[in-house]
């Protein structure tokens, strides 16, 4: 049985949009502890997960963004498997940071599969937000070969201008839905033979089936998509990191906490 833990995260950094996501944590791992088997047919024995938390001041940008990369960079050095579940994008940066120094200290190859409905590629602040994650990640040296974004949808001038320099690839949402099976399976070939971090926005998903976020953008993942390929790739022996972000709690208590429902699914696919 491999090592495993979950993380709350609840690092903000969106502009102010974000605040709803702090919370997400909390109420993802009491919608997980609904789930028994998930749909793989597999057990989910969440009691005998480790779970823990990342106590961060949202107010002190720099102090949080070190704290996660810190706590990030221990726990992968002493687990298989780790799960992170925020808060906004904007711990990915520092979780990708971890990642990264985490693969190179031994030295394996490694990836980054993001699924997104933005780029997040804007030109990157000191400390990064929500909006520019990637790029931030990028000019600290993550390889480009090695990053592949899932979804993407809404993309700013200058994003576009980032990915063609850099040769980003990018899988858009049509080749998803001209053939999801294929296409899952072009996913797990890039991560073939390293090791293997995805982060999830659920803004990925189409808005009618996963509300609760601060940027909707129409035309997303059906629910049964994502849950589709959230099994496949939690198959994967490789997968060592996996990420959730932005799923606005406070938001989600309007909708029948759809979004928070579909995320423990999400989550149950990847753990089992």
């Known amino acids: 049985m491999i090592n495993m833990i979950i993380v709350k995260t609840p690092g903000i950094n969106g502009l102010g949009k974000t605040k709803g996501t702090r919370n997400a944590g909390n109420k993802i791992i009491e919608e997980l502890k609904k789930i028994s088997v998930n749909e793989k047919g597999e057990e989910i024995d969440i009691v005998n997960i480790e779970i823990e938390e990342i106590h961060v001041n949202n107010e002190n940008l720099k102090e ?25 994008h904007s711990i990915s940066y520092s979780i990708g940071r971890a990642f990264l120094d985490s693969c190179r200290n031994e030295n394996k190859t490694h990836c980054l599969i993001v699924f997104e409905s933005h780029a997040d590629c804007m030109h990157s602040l000191k400390e990064p937000t929500h909006e520019e994650w990637l790029r931030a990640l990028v000019e600290k040296g993550f390889p480009v070969g090695n990053i592949l974004i899932v979804g993407l949808r809404k993309v700013e001038k200058q994003e576009m201008e980032f990915l063609v320099k850099n040769k980003i690839r990018i899988i858009r949402m049509n080749e998803l839905n001209n053939n999801l099976e ?52 939690g ?24 979004t928070i429902k579909l995320a423990a699914k999400l989550v149950g696919e990847m753990i089992a």
């Open 235 to 258: 198959m994967m022996k490789n997968l060592r990191v996996f990420d959730l972000v932005e799923i606005d709690s406070e938001k989600d208590n309007q909708t029948g906490n759809m």
């Open 64 to 88: 949080q963004e070190e704290l996660v990369y810190e706590n990030a960079l221990e726990t992968m050095g002493r687990q298989d498997k780790c799960v992170f579940i925020g808060g906004d």
């Open 182 to 233: 294929e296409t899952t399976d072009v996913l797990m070939e890039f991560a073939n033979g390293k090791e293997l971090y995805v982060s999830i926005d659920i803004d990925v998903v189409e808005p009618a089936h996963a509300p609760a976020v601060a940027y909707p953008e129409a035309g997303g993942l059906t629910a049964r998509q994502m849950i589709y390929i959230a099994s496949r790739i």
